[in-house]
C-alpha cells in the first residue's frame, strides 16, 4: 500500500469512525431496523470507499454516500415491489429509552406503514433538512413527484392510529 | 403537529447509535466482494475446478445420479421434495450448483456457470424484512464441500429464493444468468439468441392504453432483458423500434405510443457505435430507466437496457455508455418522423386503466419526452367514485375543450404547499401523438401546473366542478 493510498485508507476509517452514526441514524429511519439499518450503511460505504481519496473533503464523500444510501434503499424498494413483495409489516424497533418522547416511537410506526418513496422523501425533508429541489435530484424523481409524496406522506401521518392514540392520550 | 414539530420528533426518535468499529473495513470487505469475488474463493474454486478437470469432468451438465459429482462423492439432492432452512451458510465456501430440471432430475450445472451463479449470489443476494414463504422443492441448490447447502426456489419472475430459519434471502440473477441456468436445465432458449415471437401479436403491440403491450411486457419482466456486451453488436435491418419509458420513478415513464419505422436502423446504429463502458464504481448499478425493443422481420427481437443516470450503461454492467446521449438521439428519430409522416393519435384510449395499473408510487402518467403544455390538445379526468375505497378502479371522464384550451394557456400562482388525499382525482393530457403529462389536483380543486397551482375561474368553474363531481373519495 503506498502512502497516497495508506492515507486515505486512515482517512477513511475516520470517516466512518466520525459519521457513522450519523449515517446509521438516516438508514434506521428509512427502515426501522437497526440490522438491516447496518446493512444499508455497510452496503452504501462498499460501493463509496474507493472514490474515498477522489473527494477534496469528507463532507462532500457524505453527500455522495448519503445519496448512494438512499439510491439504494430505493433500488431495493423496486426490487421488493417487483416481486409484489410489500415491507415488513412488522413495527420497526422501538426507541430505546434515552429520554426521547414516547411519541418519537409512536412517530416511528407512522413513518414505518408509509410507502418506502414516501418515507423517504419525508426523511430527506424534514431529517435531512433538504429543499423539494435536491430531494428530487437526489431520489431522480421530479420535484412533483417529491411534493406529492411529502404531502401524501404528511396527510398519512395526521390520520395515523399511531398517532391518533398518542393524541387521544 | 407542524412541520417543525414533525422534524424535531423524527430527530429525536431515533435510537442511540451503534458502535461503528470495524465498519470501514466491513465496507472493504463487501467492496473486494462487489467488484471481482474474494480472491480466495475465487482460487478455490478454480482449484476445485481444476481438480473436476483433472478427474475427466465432463463440460457438459451432468446428472447427478448417474455420474460422479466433480470434486468429491455425488452429493445427495432431492429435486422433489421441499426442503427446511439452510441456517447460517457462509456464502464464500459455496463451490457446487445443481439444478432441477421440470422432471424433479438433479443437474450439475458446468464450471463456467457455476463460477457465474456463485458469484452474484455473493454479490447480489440480500435479506428481506419478511420471514420466508413455506417451504417448496427446490430449483437451484448451491453446496459446500462441508455438506452444507443453499435450497433456492426460482419463482416466475426469475427471482430466486431461500430461508435460512429466520429470514428469507432474494437473488435476482439477472435476465441473462438466469436464461443461461434455464438452459443448462433444459428449460428455455439460451440468453443471446434472438427470440421468435409470434406474427400475431406484432398487430397488437401497441395496446389499449397508452403503453404498448410490449412496453408493458418489458417491464413486468415476461420479456427478458439479456445484457448486450460491448464487443456484440446489434443486427442492423430492424423493422420496428420500440422505446419504452421506466414506470418507476426517475422521469417520464411512457414512451412514445408508436413504434420506429422510419429508418429503423438509425436508431440500432446509434446503439451500436456508442462506446464500452469504462466505468468503475456506480451509485446505482440497477437504476434502468428505460428499454430499447428491436423487432426484426423474420420475427425475431432483440431488447436493450439503458439508464440515463449514474453509469448511464447500456446493455448492462460490462456494456456501452452514454445512455442519455442515446435516449436524445432516439427521442429526435422520433420527432423526425413525426415530421415526415405525422400520424395524429385520436384514438379512444383507457389513460385511467394504465394509471391504476402503475405501479404504487408513480405519480400519474408522464411521457418519456418534454411535452409542452402549449400543444395539449385533449384531456381526461381520472378518479375514484365519491364514497369507494381510494384504490378501487378510476372513472375516466373527457375534459371539455374550453378547459383544455385553458389549461394550455393558464398561468399558475405558485404556493408553499399542496395536500393530495388519497383518492384525488389528476387530469392526463395528450398532446396529438398521444404523449401525456399528468397534473393532480389538490384538495382544493386546483389544477397543480408546473410550479404552482390553477383554479378555473369564470365561464369556467362550472364545468370543472361538473368534470370533478363525484370524484372526491379522498374528502
Same mark, same amino acid.
Given at each position: 500500500?503506498?502512502?497516497? +493510498?495508506?492515507?486515505?485508507?486512515?482517512?477513511?476509517?475516520?470517516?466512518?469512525?466520525?459519521?457513522?452514526?450519523?449515517?446509521?441514524?438516516?438508514?434506521?429511519?428509512?427502515?426501522?431496523?437497526?440490522?438491516?439499518?447496518?446493512d444499508?450503511?455497510?452496503?452504501?460505504?462498499?460501493?463509496?470507499?474507493?472514490?474515498y481519496?477522489?473527494?477534496?473533503?469528507?463532507?462532500?464523500?457524505?453527500?455522495?454516500?448519503?445519496? +448512494?444510501?438512499?439510491?439504494?434503499?430505493?433500488?431495493?424498494?423496486?426490487?421488493?415491489?417487483?416481486?409484489?413483495?410489500?415491507?415488513?409489516?412488522?413495527?420497526?424497533?422501538?426507541?430505546?429509552?434515552?429520554?426521547?418522547?414516547?411519541?418519537?416511537t409512536?412517530l416511528?410506526?407512522?413513518?414505518?406503514?408509509?410507502?418506502?418513496?414516501?418515507?423517504?422523501?419525508?426523511?430527506?425533508?424534514?431529517?435531512?433538512?433538504?429543499?423539494?429541489?435536491?430531494?428530487?435530484?437526489?431520489?431522480g424523481m421530479?420535484?412533483?413527484?417529491?411534493?406529492?409524496?411529502?404531502?401524501?406522506?404528511?396527510?398519512?401521518?395526521?390520520?395515523?392510529?399511531?398517532?391518533? +392514540?398518542?393524541?387521544?392520550? | 403537529?407542524?412541520?417543525?414539530?414533525?422534524?424535531?420528533?423524527?430527530?429525536?426518535?431515533?435510537?442511540?447509535?451503534?458502535?461503528?468499529?470495524?465498519?470501514?473495513?466491513?465496507?472493504?470487505?463487501?467492496?473486494?466482494?462487489r467488484?471481482?469475488?474474494?480472491?480466495?474463493?475465487?482460487?478455490?474454486?478454480?482449484?476445485?475446478?481444476?481438480?473436476?478437470?483433472?478427474?475427466?469432468?465432463?463440460?457438459q451438465?451432468?446428472?447427478?445420479?448417474?455420474?460422479?459429482?466433480?470434486?468429491?462423492?455425488?452429493?445427495?439432492v432431492?429435486c422433489?421434495?421441499?426442503?427446511?432452512?439452510?441456517?447460517?451458510?457462509?456464502?464464500?465456501?459455496?463451490?457446487?450448483?445443481?439444478?432441477?430440471?421440470?422432471?424433479?432430475?438433479?443437474?450439475?450445472?458446468?464450471?463456467?456457470?457455476?463460477?457465474?451463479?456463485?458469484?452474484?449470489?455473493?454479490?447480489?443476494?440480500?435479506?428481506? /424484512?419478511?420471514?420466508?414463504?413455506?417451504?417448496?422443492?427446490?430449483?437451484?441448490?448451491?453446496?459446500?464441500?462441508?455438506?452444507?447447502?443453499?435450497?433456492?426456489?426460482?419463482? /416466475?419472475?426469475?427471482?430466486?429464493?431461500?430461508?435460512?430459519?429466520s429470514?428469507?434471502?432474494?437473488?435476482?440473477?439477472?435476465?441473462?444468468?438466469?436464461?443461461?441456468i434455464?438452459?443448462?436445465?433444459?428449460?428455455?432458449?439460451?440468453?443471446?439468441?434472438?427470440?421468435?415471437?409470434?406474427?400475431?401479436?406484432?398487430?397488437?403491440?401497441?395496446?389499449?392504453?397508452?403503453?404498448?403491450?410490449?412496453?408493458?411486457?418489458?417491464?413486468?419482466?415476461?420479456?427478458?432483458?439479456?445484457?448486450?456486451?460491448?464487443d456484440?453488436?446489434?443486427?442492423?435491418? &430492424?423493422?420496428?423500434?420500440?422505446?419504452?419509458?421506466?414506470?418507476?420513478?426517475?422521469?417520464?415513464?411512457?414512451?412514445?405510443?408508436?413504434?420506429?419505422?422510419?429508418?429503423?436502423?438509425?436508431?440500432?446504429?446509434?446503439?451500436?457505435?456508442?462506446?464500452?463502458?469504462?466505468?468503475?464504481?456506480?451509485?446505482?448499478?440497477? @437504476?434502468?430507466?428505460?428499454?430499447?425493443?428491436?423487432?426484426?422481420?423474420?420475427?425475431?427481437?432483440?431488447?436493450?437496457?439503458?439508464?440515463?443516470?449514474?453509469?448511464?450503461?447500456?446493455?448492462?454492467?460490462?456494456?456501452?455508455?452514454?445512455?442519455?446521449?442515446?435516449l436524445?438521439?432516439?427521442?429526435?428519430?422520433?420527432?423526425?418522423?413525426?415530421?415526415?409522416?405525422?400520424?395524429?393519435?385520436?384514438?379512444?384510449?383507457?389513460?385511467?386503466?394504465?394509471?391504476?395499473?402503475?405501479?404504487?408510487?408513480?405519480?400519474?402518467?408522464?411521457?418519456?419526452?418534454?411535452?409542452?403544455?402549449?400543444?395539449?390538445?385533449?384531456?381526461?379526468?381520472?378518479g375514484?367514485?365519491?364514497?369507494?375505497?381510494?384504490?378501487?378502479?378510476?372513472?375516466?371522464?373527457?375534459?371539455?375543450?374550453?378547459?383544455?384550451?385553458?389549461?394550455?394557456?393558464?398561468?399558475?400562482?405558485?404556493?408553499?404547499?399542496?395536500?393530495?388525499?388519497?383518492?384525488?382525482?389528476?387530469?392526463?393530457?395528450?398532446?396529438?401523438?398521444?404523449?401525456?403529462?399528468?397534473?393532480?389536483?389538490?384538495?382544493? @380543486?386546483?389544477?397543480?401546473?408546473?410550479?404552482?397551482?390553477?383554479?378555473?375561474? @369564470?365561464?369556467?368553474?362550472?364545468?370543472?366542478?361538473?368534470?370533478?363531481?363525484?370524484?372526491? &373519495?379522498?374528502?
Amino acid at each position: 500500500m503506498d502512502q497516497r +493510498t495508506e492515507a486515505a485508507a486512515g482517512g477513511f476509517d475516520r470517516f466512518v469512525a466520525r459519521r457513522g452514526g450519523d449515517l446509521w441514524a438516516a438508514a434506521w429511519l428509512l427502515i426501522g431496523d437497526r440490522h438491516h439499518a447496518e446493512d444499508l450503511v455497510q452496503t452504501a460505504l462498499s460501493k463509496t470507499f474507493r472514490r474515498y481519496d477522489g473527494f477534496a473533503d469528507d463532507r462532500r464523500f457524505e453527500a455522495y454516500v448519503r445519496t +448512494t444510501m438512499y439510491r439504494t434503499f430505493v433500488s431495493w424498494w423496486r426490487r421488493l415491489q417487483w416481486r409484489s413483495e410489500v415491507p415488513s409489516g412488522s413495527p420497526p424497533e422501538l426507541a430505546a429509552p434515552d429520554g426521547s418522547p414516547a411519541d418519537g416511537t409512536d412517530l416511528q410506526r407512522a413513518l414505518a406503514a408509509l410507502p418506502r418513496p414516501q418515507r423517504a422523501c419525508i426523511v430527506l425533508r424534514y431529517v435531512e433538512d433538504r429543499p423539494t429541489k435536491e430531494v428530487a435530484e437526489l431520489l431522480g424523481m421530479p420535484a412533483g413527484t417529491v411534493t406529492s409524496h411529502v404531502s401524501r406522506g404528511l396527510a398519512a401521518l395526521r390520520v395515523s392510529p399511531h398517532l391518533s +392514540t398518542e393524541e387521544q392520550s | 403537529m407542524n412541520e417543525e414539530e414533525l422534524s424535531d420528533a423524527l430527530k429525536g426518535g431515533v435510537p442511540p447509535r451503534p458502535d461503528t468499529a470495524g465498519w470501514a473495513d466491513e465496507a472493504r470487505r463487501r467492496s473486494r466482494r462487489r467488484r471481482a469475488w474474494t480472491p480466495g474463493a475465487l482460487i478455490a474454486v478454480l482449484i476445485a475446478i481444476a481438480a473436476a478437470v483433472a478427474s475427466g469432468l465432463p463440460d457438459q451438465p451432468v446428472e447427478i445420479v448417474a455420474t460422479p459429482a466433480p470434486s468429491g462423492p455425488a452429493p445427495k439432492v432431492d429435486c422433489r421434495l421441499a426442503v427446511p432452512p439452510s441456517g447460517d451458510v457462509d456464502l464464500s465456501t459455496l463451490t457446487r450448483a445443481v439444478g432441477c430440471t421440470d422432471d424433479a432430475v438433479a443437474v450439475e450445472l458446468d464450471a463456467g456457470l457455476t463460477v457465474d451463479v456463485l458469484a452474484s449470489v455473493r454479490d447480489g443476494a440480500f435479506p428481506m /424484512d419478511t420471514a420466508a414463504p413455506a417451504p417448496e422443492p427446490p430449483d437451484l441448490i448451491l453446496l459446500a464441500d462441508d455438506g452444507s447447502r443453499l435450497s433456492l426456489v426460482r419463482e /416466475d419472475d426469475a427471482i430466486y429464493w431461500w430461508d435460512d430459519g429466520s429470514v428469507q434471502h432474494v437473488w435476482d440473477p439477472g435476465a441473462e444468468l438466469d436464461a443461461r441456468i434455464q438452459e443448462a436445465l433444459g428449460l428455455a432458449p439460451g440468453p443471446v439468441r434472438p427470440s421468435p415471437i409470434e406474427t400475431g401479436r406484432l398487430p397488437d403491440a401497441r395496446g389499449d392504453g397508452l403503453v404498448p403491450t410490449v412496453c408493458d411486457e418489458v417491464q413486468s419482466g415476461e420479456i427478458p432483458v439479456p445484457d448486450l456486451p460491448a464487443d456484440e453488436d446489434l443486427p442492423t435491418g &430492424a423493422a420496428r423500434v420500440w422505446l419504452c419509458g421506466d414506470m418507476w420513478e426517475r422521469f417520464g415513464g411512457v414512451g412514445p405510443i408508436e413504434p420506429l419505422t422510419t429508418d429503423a436502423d438509425r436508431a440500432v446504429e446509434a446503439l451500436n457505435t456508442l462506446p464500452p463502458s469504462e466505468a468503475d464504481v456506480c451509485t446505482e448499478m440497477l @437504476g434502468l430507466t428505460y428499454h430499447v425493443v428491436v423487432d426484426y422481420p423474420d420475427g425475431s427481437r432483440r431488447v436493450v437496457a439503458a439508464e440515463t443516470a449514474n453509469c448511464q450503461f447500456v446493455g448492462g454492467w460490462g456494456g456501452r455508455e452514454g445512455g442519455a446521449e442515446l435516449l436524445d438521439q432516439l427521442l429526435g428519430l422520433w420527432s423526425a418522423q413525426r415530421g415526415d409522416s405525422p400520424e395524429p393519435f385520436t384514438a379512444g384510449v383507457d389513460v385511467c386503466g394504465d394509471l391504476a395499473s402503475a405501479p404504487t408510487g408513480t405519480m400519474g402518467l408522464n411521457s418519456i419526452a418534454d411535452v409542452e403544455r402549449a400543444s395539449l390538445y385533449r384531456g381526461f379526468v381520472c378518479g375514484v367514485p365519491e364514497g369507494a375505497a381510494p384504490d378501487a378502479d378510476m372513472e375516466q371522464r373527457d375534459l371539455p375543450g374550453e378547459l383544455v384550451i385553458a389549461i394550455t394557456q393558464a398561468t399558475a400562482t405558485p404556493v408553499d404547499q399542496w395536500a393530495y388525499p388519497d383518492g384525488s382525482p389528476v387530469v392526463v393530457m395528450l398532446n396529438q401523438y398521444g404523449d401525456p403529462v399528468t397534473y393532480p389536483v389538490d384538495d382544493q @380543486g386546483r389544477l397543480q401546473l408546473d410550479d404552482g397551482v390553477w383554479t378555473p375561474e @369564470g365561464d369556467l368553474a362550472d364545468p370543472w366542478a361538473e368534470t370533478l363531481d363525484g370524484l372526491w &373519495a379522498g374528502r
